[in-house]
C-alpha cells in the first residue's frame, strides 16, 4: 500500500501568516492527491483534489501544489477559522486503497 | 442538496459483528459514476478509507480489513450498509460514509456524513 507522510506534524502560527504543509507518498502518484480540513467534532471537508484544483466554495487563500512524491497545501494569509487539523490523501491505487497522511495540527501562536 | 447520515450502534462488545447504515439523499446509487464509501477514524489519530460501492454493484475494501468486511447497497432506500466482523477494542472509532466524486480521471470524497462513534467494550 501507499503511505503518506505529513510534516510537520503539529505548527503553530498567527493570523496573517502564510502557512506550507508538506505531503510526501511513498512512490509516485502523479497529482492524484488531494487535501482536506477538519474541525475538532466534525467530518472532514475536501479543500483541494488533483493536487491543485481548488474545490467550489473553498476560499482562495488555499492553494496546492507537487506531483510525484511531493506535495505542499499553502494558505496564503490564515484566518482565525482555518484552525483545523489538515490531511492529505492519495487516489492513485487501483484497485482503490485510498490512504491519509497522518495529519498535521495548525494551532494558534 | 447531498446529505449523509450514519446510524448504527453506539456499543459493541468483542467479537461482535458491527452493523451501520449510511442514509443520503441528493443522490441515487441506481445513477451512472454513483459511489459511497465508509472511512473510519480512531479517536485522535488520521482517517482510514474501508470500502467503497459503486452504482453497477462493483465492491472495493481495504487490503488489511477485507476478510472482515461486506458492503452493500439498497438503491430503493438510497442506503449502503457495512458489516465489520469480530470487532476488537481497537476498531473503536467514529465510522463515516462520504460520496466519492469522480472528476476526469480523479477520486475525492466530496460530501460526508456527521459520522458516528463506536466503541467497542465488553
Known amino acids: 500500500d501507499i503511505q503518506m507522510t505529513q510534516s510537520p506534524s503539529s505548527l503553530s502560527a498567527s493570523v496573517g501568516d502564510r502557512v506550507t504543509i508538506t505531503c510526501r507518498a511513498s512512490q509516485s502518484i502523479s497529482i492524484y492527491l488531494n487535501w482536506y480540513q477538519q474541525k475538532v467534532g466534525k467530518a472532514p471537508n475536501l479543500l483541494i483534489y488533483a493536487a491543485s484544483s481548488l474545490q467550489s466554495g473553498v476560499p482562495s487563500r488555499f492553494s496546492g501544489s507537487g506531483s510525484g512524491t511531493d506535495f505542499t497545501l499553502t494558505i496564503s494569509s490564515l484566518q482565525p477559522e482555518d484552525f483545523a487539523t489538515y490531511y492529505c490523501q492519495q487516489s492513485y491505487s487501483t484497485p482503490p486503497m485510498y490512504t491519509f497522511g497522518q495529519g498535521t495540527k495548525l494551532e494558534i501562536k | 442538496q447531498v446529505t449523509l447520515k450514519e446510524s448504527g450502534p453506539a456499543l459493541v462488545k468483542p467479537t461482535q459483528t458491527l452493523t451501520l447504515t449510511c442514509s443520503f439523499s441528493g443522490f441515487s446509487l441506481s445513477t451512472s459514476g454513483m459511489r459511497v464509501s465508509w472511512i473510519r477514524q480512531p479517536p485522535g489519530k488520521a482517517p482510514e478509507w474501508l470500502a467503497r460501492?459503486?452504482?453497477?454493484?462493483?465492491?472495493f475494501y481495504s487490503t488489511s480489513l477485507k476478510t472482515r468486511l461486506t458492503i452493500s447497497k439498497d438503491t430503493s432506500k438510497n442506503q449502503v450498509v457495512l458489516t465489520m466482523t469480530n470487532m476488537d477494542p481497537v476498531d473503536t472509532a467514529t465510522y463515516y460514509c462520504a460520496r466519492v466524486h469522480k472528476h476526469d480521471y480523479f477520486y475525492y470524497f466530496d460530501f460526508w456524513g456527521q459520522g458516528t462513534l463506536v466503541t467497542v467494550s465488553s
Open positions: 460501492i459503486d452504482w453497477d454493484d462493483d465492491k
